[in-house]
């Protein structure tokens, strides 16, 4: 995945401002910034909701800006995403939204119906097929969109706020269903947060994004090396507003 001197304009703001990152199939990202920082929209820019106002963003070795509708909609079988804001559909049942990626697949029902499980086994969802998504918590519901996301086994997966809703314990269990997927088939993981979260290894990598701008991308110790003499990256490592 490719993001090539990104340029977004929201009215008359530059919301993002020549913004290049590179991220190898099974790395995994973690984009980091306070609100407003620009984080949202670079992650609908990566899964093809909004076109760039100038730069390119290159998925699959596809130029999204290049593509029409049905190619678009060919590409994005390859992702999943977890987007902010929420996307369940409170008219159906967690099972049911669980298995809207594979509703146009030709998967059997019995096939479907294991993958499903097996997704909302490894997040703790158990006894839950039947509810609507209205009577869950925030971070229950987290994780309903994470298990739909994963449930056709995505080549990249998109998670704008990754520990919104969730306690720490379950921040840890899905840092851990992440670092499963990435080793066993090498998912490609990019993730936003507004600090560091702790299951964040000295090694892993994280990019920097404040007011539209790139300012860090490398890993956690170097991040917090460069914080220490920097005072306009603290609050990333810290968890400071």
Known sequence: MLIDEVFQHVGVHCALSGVSLRVARGEGLLI??????????????????????????????RDLAQLGNRAMRLLRRRMGAVLQRGSLL?????????????????????????????????????GMENHRPGSLSLGQRRRVELARALIHRPDLLVWDGITDGLDRSAVSEIFE????????????????????PADVG???????????????????????????????????VEGRP
Do not use: C, W
């Not at 992650?43 to 106002?53: F, M, N, Y």
């Not at 008219?91 to 990626?101: H, R």
């Not at 701008?213 to 991040?223: E, N, W």
């Open 32 to 61: 980091i910034g306070p609100n407003g920082a620009g984080k949202t929209l670079l992650t609908r820019l990566i899964v093809g909701l909004d076109p760039p106002s100038a730069g390119h963003v290159t998925v699959f070795g």
């Open 90 to 126: 409170d008219g159906l049942s967690v099972l049911e939204n669980v298995l809207l990626p594979l509703r146009d697949t030709p998967m059997s029902k019995n096939d479907m119906a294991r993958a499903a499980r097996l997704a909302m086994t490894q997040l703790q969802l158990d």
């Open 177 to 196: 269903v992440l670092r499963t997927q990435q080793q066993a088939r090498g998912l490609t993981v990019i993730a936003t947060d507004n600090s560091t």
């Open 202 to 236: 000295e090694k892993d990598r994280v990019a920097v994004l404040d007011r539209g701008r790139l300012l860090f991308d490398g890993s956690r110790t170097a991040l917090e090396s460069a914080a220490e003499a920097r005072v306009d990256l603290r609050y990333v």
